[in-house]
C-alpha cells in the first residue's frame, strides 16, 4: 500500500526529503502521517497531512519538518531541514482510514504501514 523511499546519511545542519508513495490516492486516507523509530527506542509520530490538507507535527520537529502532499502523484513528502543527530532514525510512513484528533499521535491508529526509511545525521 505504502512505499516509503529518501533516507540516507547527512551531516548536521543538512536536509533531506523523504517520500511515501500510495498505491491508491492517498487524498482519500483520513490521514497520512510519518513515524520515526530510533534504536531502542519505541516508535514516534513526527506529522501527519490530513484529508483537508490540515498538518500536525511533534514538538520535536516543529518548524523543522514540513509534510505535503502531490494528490497527482499519490504522494506525501516529508522535508527535513536542520537535521540534528537526535533525528537518526528509521522513518515510516502509515495511513489512517479515519483521522481523528484524539488519536492522530498513536501508532495503533494507523491501518497502513510501509517499509522504513533511515536516516542517519552524523558529522
Known amino acids: 500500500q505504502l512505499q516509503a523511499s529518501g533516507g540516507g546519511l547527512v551531516q548536521p545542519g543538512d536536509s533531506l526529503t523523504l517520500s511515501c508513495a500510495a498505491c491508491g490516492r492517498a487524498s482519500t486516507y483520513g490521514g497520512t502521517g510519518w513515524f520515526r523509530q530510533a534504536p531502542g527506542k519505541e516508535r514516534e509520530f513526527v506529522s501527519i497531512i490530513t484529508r483537508n490538507g490540515g498538518t500536525f507535527y511533534a514538538e520535536s520537529v516543529k518548524g523543522r519538518f514540513t509534510i505535503s502532499r502531490d494528490n497527482a502523484k499519490n504522494t506525501v513528502y516529508l522535508q527535513l531541514n536542520s537535521l540534528k543527530p537526535e533525528d537518526t532514525a528509521v522513518y515510516f510512513c502509515?495511513?489512517?482510514?479515519?483521522?481523528?484528533?484524539?488519536?492522530?499521535?498513536?501508532?495503533?491508529?494507523?491501518?497502513?504501514w510501509g517499509q522504513g526509511t533511515l536516516v542517519t545525521v552524523s558529522s
Open positions: 502509515a495511513a489512517d482510514s479515519t483521522f481523528s484528533i484524539l488519536t492522530f499521535r498513536n501508532v495503533a491508529a494507523y491501518d497502513y
